[in-house]
């Protein structure tokens, strides 16, 4: 993938008015500009473009909200790029609504004969079409930033771990964390495969121990079969017997339902029987009540008439009681409307009279005044006077006030700044005492330097002649292996040849053993004694094999001896060169130190100077001096001030009395008119209260509601005479209405006690009959007395058959139901088994895929397969960074003391002093290893990514470089530069902008946000 084009829109710090990135007026470039402005914003875009990643909050899981520069509501980014020979363009937005976001992405192909792009993803899915660009370039978004993205504070991670987290960062680069979330899915495969193993197998336990119990359920089955059946049969005879017995009964219950019946009838003829003699007698008493009713009949009639005529007088009287009420309660109204009438009128006249003396009062008050209006005069204007002196005078106050607040402010910043000079002055002399410490507890001689250089060297000579040894002894171990398997071929020939010889000894035919033709006795003999001659030969070459052996063993035993002694004289090396390494550190430290005495001690006299001299603060000095000349000249006298604020006090109440002053002018009249007005409203009111003059109409209806309630003339006694006459005849109505029913009766009662009796002779007659027939029912009940009792023990018997025909039933389908489930686990058992088989085989399956995807599978061979790459790549992009001086190795592998080996990933590195750790190296040094490294890995990861890495973008701190090893990284990034289409350098480095053919300048601006121009260098 080359790089085209980029544009942006609302992307982080860019607006809507951000300039199209022209990738194709540079092959190499350096991206520059302050931090914040936006450079990094131009990295984001092109992975956002791609893959929808960028830098993100830990707590979000997709960057878009984030990327969205604050106050837009829709970004867009466009990245146009080749792959091979044709070109591409991507189109991701992003819109935030007030609900929901929404992301498009496009994907296009530029076609050459439409001069335009065309969409190239069939779907409009973002997930379909992000998996076309996976597949387009053959990497994601991990693979990227970890091949073509070199990321600032990045390039040490593997050189500065040790050697386990070396291992996992190498992983993480070569993407090896695939490998683990396989692992991962096949260990979850092997627990629910091996999980439903034991479910299958546990079930098969269970299906087991039930159908042991088969045969047993089918011969109980046809036992409860066979006694089912001669239940049934004589269930059947049973019933039969019962139905005759059942008719039998019916009969019987008809019988006795008869004479039941009968028994009712006659005890209803006998309760009417009663009843007609009760009416007998109640109809001879009626008569003789009746007589006595109607011998009494006069009376009767005459109380009747007079409790009418008293009813009606006291319903007038009582009308007129109503009345007399009614108007009694309007004369009660009448009086109370006129007392508060009056109460009004009186309430007026107490107003009047308050109001009357008020106005007198004020009156007099307004003369009092204006007798004293000269007076008021003359103190009003001395009060005018005096108060605008005071007001002359705050003025004059503020003014000092605000110079004084500005006095003391001068006064304060020249004595803060003295005091920053003095801390400062304190300061530079603690940092001198400490200099000067340091370099007394820290000198270090030339001397010891260079007895230590010369030690080193001496070490070093013994290390180099250590390595030659070990190369010997390399070669005589390899010489020993190969005399020891051709001292095995040896054996195996001799053998060989022993056998053949022990063949032909033992044969009794002769054959030859190689052919199996037929020998003579001469072949025979010639044969032996060749077989003869070889086994001695064999036997020689064995021994000199042997002896051959133990010389280069003795020789090995002697040169690893020496190897011993000389790497216990070299153990010291490494300590020896850390110490000269930290000398020289530290001596180019005390220089340093010495340097900045130097400047310290010029800081220090430059602040005695100014503090001596009084020079510092000369504004806040100028200003000082300035405010207290004009404090001095505006003359202000605080004591003059409070004794004129004290007169005006003292003389404030004159502007009251000026101000009632005017009052009782503007008043006087207009208070004499009011107390005129008040005074005749008084006087009328009085004669209203004196003479009645109020509520005159209701005086008047009150005269003639008395006059009416004489004219009633309703007399209570008599009312009550009447009602007490009343009370004495009140039974006489219900009097009357008995005489009228005695009346009423007397004609009928005579024909009713004829009938009556006439009832009484049938009645008896019907009773006679009913006993007859009664007496033939019970003469044929007593025939079919025992049908109950055979009735009742048969039903019991049957019922007690149907009972055990129940069980039997439920028994039997129990038992039925027992084999049908035998019959369906039989046959869940044997598709249990099946899935147990493959169960059992998908475990074995996983488990295998488990050791396969981990850390020492698949994982393992893939780091060890990459190192030699690593290794190739980095020491050429180390030969053009050292001038051929540094040299990496990195070993899979360490020998342990005791014997046998460890996995492990150390990087050993290399110089012309030899072999030295990577924190003894100087600061340049372990950054151009770094960076060799890094982009060697970002190599090594695009080849196994299956493409070809064209654009490598560095971001990466280059402060820690001389101008001697900045010379040869930019030779290095140019010579890079070879390998890829476009290389982008991030740096802020004036020395190393310039030394790049084109720069790509990033500003900031508050109005249109970030932005960039191209400028090349000439």
């Known amino acids: 993938m080359v790089p085209n084009y980029l544009r942006l829109k609302n992307f982080l710090s860019y607006g809507d008015q951000a300039p199209t990135l022209d990738f194709s007026k540079f092959q190499v470039a350096c991206l520059t500009g302050d931090n914040g402005h936006g450079k990094s914003a131009l990295l984001d875009a092109i992975t956002y473009a791609l ?28 990245f146009g790029f080749e792959v091979g020979e044709n070109r591409f363009r991507t189109i991701r937005s992003f819109r935030r609504g007030r609900r929901n976001n929404s992301s498009q992405l496009e994907l296009q192909i530029y076609d050459d004969l439409a001069d335009s792009f065309r969409p190239l993803a069939e779907s409009s899915s973002l997930a379909q079409t992000q998996k076309r660009i996976n597949q387009l370039l053959s ?15 990045r390039a040490d991670e593997f050189t500065q771990k040790g050697a386990r987290q070396r291992k996992e960062v190498l992983a993480e680069i070569l993407g090896l964390s695939r490998y683990d979330r396989l692992q991962e899915r096949a260990r979850l495969h092997f627990q629910k495969e091996n999980q439903a193993g034991e479910e299958y197998q546990n079930r098969l336990r269970e299906l087991d121990t039930e159908l042991v119990h088969l045969e047993k359920y089918q ?75 109607l011998e009494s009949a006069t009376t009767i009639e005459q109380n009747y008439r007079t409790f009418q005529q008293l009813s009606a007088r006291d319903s007038e009287l009582k009308r007129d009681h109503d009345q007399l009420r009614e108007l009694e309660m309007k004369v009660h109204d009448l009086e109370k409307k006129i007392v508060a009438e009056r109460h009004e009128v009186e309430r007026r006249c107490e107003k009047w009279e308050s109001r009357q003396q008020t106005l007198q009062n004020q009156l007099q008050y307004s003369s009092s005044l204006l007798a004293r209006e000269n007076e008021i005069e003359t103190n009003h204007n001395l009060f005018l006077t005096t108060r605008q002196q005071e007001r002359d005078l705050e003025r004059q106050r503020q003014r000092y006030e605000e110079l004084k607040g500005l006095r003391d402010r001068y006064q304060h910043e020249i004595s803060l700044e003295k005091q920053q000079l003095l801390t400062r002055k304190e300061s530079l002399n603690t940092q001198i005492a400490s200099i000067h410490t340091r370099l007394r507890e820290h000198e ?4 010891r330097i260079a007895a230590l250089s010369l030690e080193v060297e001496a070490l070093t000579q ?79 070459r064995l021994e000199q094999q042997i002896l051959s052996i133990q010389e280069l063993e003795n020789d090995l035993d002697g040169m690893r001896q020496h190897f011993q002694n000389l790497e216990q004289k070299i153990e010291p090396l490494e300590d020896l060169q850390q110490k000269l390494a930290a000398l020289r550190v530290q001596q180019k430290q005390l220089n340093e130190t010495k340097l900045e005495l130097r400047n310290l001690d010029e800081s220090h006299d430059a602040l005695n100077t100014l503090l001596s001299t009084d020079r510092y603060a000369e504004l806040g000095q100028q200003k000082l001096a300035q405010t207290e000349r004009e404090m001095s000249d505006l003359g202000y006298d605080e004591e003059e001030h409070a004794k004129l604020r004290d007169t005006l006090a003292e003389r404030a109440k004159a502007e009251i009395d000026s101000a009632l002053l005017k009052e009782a002018r503007a008043q006087q009249k207009m208070t004499r008119e009011e107390l005129s007005e008040a005074s005749e409203k008084l006087q009328l009111a009085r004669q209203y209260l004196n003479s009645k003059l109020y509520a005159q109409q209701w005086q008047q209806d009150l005269e003639d509601l008395e006059k009416k309630i004489l004219a009633l003339r309703y007399d209570p006694e008599e009312h009550m005479q009447v009602r007490s006459k009343i009370d004495e005849l009140s039974d006489a109505v219900a009097r009357r209405e008995s005489l009228i029913l005695a009346q009423q009766r007397f004609t009928s009662s005579e024909s009713n006690f004829k009938k009556n009796l006439r009832e009484l002779e049938n009645l008896q007659s019907d009773i006679d009959e009913l006993e007859t027939k009664k007496n033939h029912l019970e003469e044929n009940l007593q025939t079919l007395v025992d049908v109950e009792k055979k009735y009742a023990d048969l039903a019991t018997n049957l019922k007690q058959f149907g009972l055990k025909k129940d069980q039997l039933l439920m028994r039997q389908g129990a038992l039925q139901t027992q084999l049908d489930h035998c019959t369906e686990w039989a046959a869940e058992r ?19 895929l488990v050791e396969a995807f981990g850390k020492d599978g698949i994982q393992a061979l893939i780091i060890e397969n990459a190192i030699p790459e690593i290794e190739d790549e980095t020491n050429a992009i180390l030969s053009r960074l050292t001038d051929n001086r540094i ?63 064209r654009v490598l973008i560095i971001d990466e701190g280059f402060g820690t470089q001389d101008s001697h090893g900045l010379e040869q990284l930019v030779e290095a990034i140019q010579e890079i530069s070879k390998d890829f289409d476009k290389l982008l350098v991030v740096t802020h480095l004036p020395q190393l902008k310039n030394a790049f053919p084109v720069q790509i300048e990033v500003t900031k601006h508050p109005d249109i946000g970030s932005s960039f121009k191209i400028i090349e260098n000439v």
């Not at 990497?139 to 504070?153: C, E, H």
């Not at 046809?222 to 059946?229: A, I, M, Y």
């Open 51 to 78: 893959w929808g990643e960028a830098r993100k909050g830990s707590s979000e899981r997709k960057p878009d909200e984030g990327l969205l520069r604050l106050g837009a509501t829709e970004m867009r980014v466009e």
């Open 139 to 153: 990497m994601d978004y991990d693979t990227f930033i970890n091949s073509a993205f070199i990321v600032q504070g």
């Open 219 to 293: 011969n109980q089955l046809l036992d409860v079969s066979t006694q089912l059946n001669e239940v049934m049969a004589t269930i059947a005879e049973s019933e039969k017997a019962l139905e005759r017995l059942r008719e039998n009964r019916m009969e019987r219950s008809n019988l006795q339902a008869q004479l039941e019946i009968m028994a009712r009838e006659k005890d209803r003829l006998g309760q009417r029987l009663q009843i007609c003699l009760k009416e007998q007698t109640h109809l001879k008493a009626q008569q003789y009540k009746d007589g006595q009713i």
């Open 444 to 447: 270090i001689t030339d001397e």
């Open 462 to 540: 013994k290390a180099v002649e250590l390595d030659e040894v070990k190369e010997r002894g390399t070669t005589l171990r390899t010489r020993l292996a190969e005399q020891q398997r051709h001292r095995s071929i040896a054996e195996e020939d001799l053998n060989e040849a022993r056998k053949k010889t022990h063949f032909l000894q033992g044969s009794s035919q002769a054959e030859c053993p190689l052919c199996g033709s037929e020998l003579d006795d001469d072949h025979l003999l010639q044969l032996k004694g060749e077989l003869k001659r070889q086994e001695q030969d064999q036997n020689m």
């Open 830 to 848: 044997d598709q249990i088994r099946v899935k147990l088989e493959e169960a059992q085989k998908n475990t074995w399956f996983y488990q295998q």
């Open 887 to 949: 040299q990496i190795s990195i070993e899979s592998l360490r020998d342990l003391k005791k014997g046998g080996t460890r996995e492990t990933l150390d990087i050993k590195i290399a110089d012309e002093i030899g072999e030295r750790s990577y924190h003894l190296y100087s600061g340049g040094e372990a950054f151009r290893t770094d960076f060799s490294l890094r982009i060697a890995l970002s190599k090594v990861l695009a080849r196994r990514a299956g493409t070809r890495l």
